[in-house]
RNA sequence: CGGGGUGUGGCGCAGCCUGGUAGCGCGCUCCGUUCGGGUCGGAGAGGUCCCCAGUUCGAAUCUGGGCACCCCGACCA
């Protein structure tokens, strides 16, 4: 198709909106593809929408490829169906109710809708089953940002697979991998796959995808070497060897007058920031004290102290913490305290020093096993610096933007639901689930951060550009230039053709802006010799075509 | 939710401190000029100065309250 320009409703900006930052955010808008309605909602435009649908159409083709079968669940649903998971407290709800007063929820991703149709598989005959959508995602978040890198409401596939038993479960799970990687391939996105932190969707086997960006609210930690790669949440780095003092016999205590930090502390006593060890005190949910014990020199992660625990807890107060230490913030160590302790990996060999649990005093020369009893855990963020847990080599660390997420998360919804089948033993069981999503947006958001420059989108991969071609059609050559916008089509490109009545550096400018892979010019020159000049976005490459060539550019 | 910031024409901003009835650039309309990288000149259109209340003869400007949006953090399926 041709697409006239004068006649298109494409607002494009000289000037992004003083208050966006995100390259993605700012061209977006200029480039006329998206507006903002309030905090994290957002109009796709013609152009933006455009885009979209052609992500949308490559995730449909490559989840049909694997079998699935394309759904429409709504987006109202009942609240019921979220109590019977549990998940109706999740406070990122949003709750309506109608004129009667009836409760229902706007879904944050569907797998208790698609479960409950679940329930309608009897036999294990019928199994697998893969089952997907597009549908709008409503989301109270807390902090909407970024553009479309963190919004309130959006589209997402969502796959959902239902399974007999394990080790279907994993050949599902795997197919869907295979499809992200070829999804994010044809997208012409740079998406790595990391295994990630399930939150509260459950589950043991799980893989984030995510594109390195210059914004985004994920990092990337990735082997320089191998195959490593991780989400920074639960990244393993292997941090640096401290210089530890000669071990002692027995743990010694010193007087520390007014140290309260390891920086003071390593100071103090001349030793290795690295050679102390940091208490962090924690109330967990359930009301228990629990001493948290990492290096001195790191910082404690807290989704990891949440994976450690398996109960969320908040840092303990100046009360709890004199209740069960016997002394106050700065002088804290595990020897001698009668709770939990979960300490990490780095203190499981060597001493260090520690608090002694007296105000004003230390311990040199604790050792893990032998003064204390801890549960070793991985509790540390990993640092610039750290090497690779399974190679030894260097991590490099990118923001990143999480493109797509795959859970397999096992009986987790279909329990809540009574979601079975009967299994061919005769026995009634519950299906196996795992949730594949992916956001089509935060796509267009990736593919913008990894393909611009300081005219604009440097080239939207062909796969996915709102036009194939972007054919400018300078003074004196607006026939030429539809020959050339017509030899296109008939080629199977979809063309934008700049028919305004716009001087030539507008309608470059405007061209660069948006981004589209091809720029055809026709001008002065083309009226002399009847070609047109080609020009590749990505690569600034130019050349002269007739016009009737100019399809086989593609 | 904690911290910071902003709200003045479609976009970017000045004016606010020191109250006197709103201005600049871009964009838009019309005329002329120019025409392969955002020409140049002229004439115009367009504003509840976020909302409410207060102070004052008079509020964009001062005071109080509220709302919205952005950034950092927390959170993040």
Known sequence: MIARASQLFLPTLREAPADAEAVSHRLLVRGGFVRQVGAGLWTYLPLGWRVHRKVEQIIREEMDAIGAQEFLAPVLTPLELWQATGRDRIPEIFHVTDRAGRPFVLPLTHEETFTFHAREIRSYKELPQLWYHFQIKDRDEPRPRGGLLRVREFVMKDAYSFDRDEESAVASFERNRQAYHRIFERCGVEAHEVRAESGIMGGELTFDFLAPAGSGENTLVRCERGDYAADAEIAQGIPRRPELPASLGAPEEVETPGVTTCEALADFLGVDLAATSKAMPVTTEDGRVVLALIRGDDRLSESKLLSALRVGSRPATDEEIRGAFGASGGSLGPVGFAGEIVADLALREGQFVAGANRDGFHLRG?????????????????????????????????????????????????????????????????????????????????VIEQNHDEAGIAGWPASIAPYGAHVVALPGAAEIAEAAAEALHAAGVDVLLDDREQRAGEKFADADLIGCPVRVTAGKRSLEDGMVDVRERASGEERRLNVADVGSVF
């Open 366 to 446: 604790v050792e893990a096993g032998r003064d204390y009893e801890p549960r070793f855990a991985d509790l540390r963020e990993p640092l610039e610096g750290d090497r690779c847990p399974e190679c030894g080599g260097a991590l490099g660390f990118q923001t990143a933007i999480e493109v797509g997420h795959i859970f397999n998360f096992g009986d987790k919804y279909s329990s809540g639901l009574d979601a079975t089948f009967l299994d061919e033993d005769g026995r009634e069981k519950p299906l196996l689930g795992g949730s594949y999503g992916i956001g089509p947006g935060r796509v267009l958001a990736a």
